[in-house]
């Protein structure tokens, strides 16, 4: 079984900073990448930035310069820190993980989402 949780989202005004977490957890034997994603209603989920085994990172062009991933292999975790964020940040932030369970099985996992809200 594995569990991924995010934290770290709430109400900021715009032009502010936000840093949120995700770690997975359980039977995992090695984490492939993780990433972060959100969704607004009526629209479909979108990728925010992701990062994967060897460090490399991919970020949607509306957020480059502005948020930064890190992974934090010990813990099987990623953090993703959001500056001079705008309304249009706003939104469910979804937590993603690539990973084996076992040397040949692997899957992609979601979390339950964090709701980031930036005020204008």
């Known amino acids: 079984q594995v569990q991924v949780m995010e934290s770290g989202g709430g109400l900021v005004q715009a032009g502010g900073s936000l840093t949120l977490s995700c770690a997975a957890s359980?039977?995992?034997?090695?984490?492939?990448?993780m990433g972060w994603y959100r969704q607004v209603p009526g629209k479909q989920r979108e990728l925010v930035a992701t990062?994967?085994?060897?460090?490399?990172?991919n970020y949607a062009d509306s957020v480059k310069g502005r948020f930064t991933i890190s992974r934090l292999d010990a813990k099987n975790a990623v953090n993703l820190q959001m500056s001079s964020l705008k309304p249009e940040d706003t939104g469910v932030y979804y937590c993603?993980?690539?990973?084996?369970?076992?040397?040949?099985?692997?899957?992609?996992?979601w979390g339950q989402g964090t709701q980031v809200t930036v005020s204008s």
């Open positions: 993603n993980a690539y990973l084996y369970t076992t040397p040949t099985s692997w899957n992609e996992y």
């Open positions: 990062v994967n085994s060897g460090h490399a990172t």
């Open positions: 359980g039977s995992i034997f090695r984490v492939v990448a």
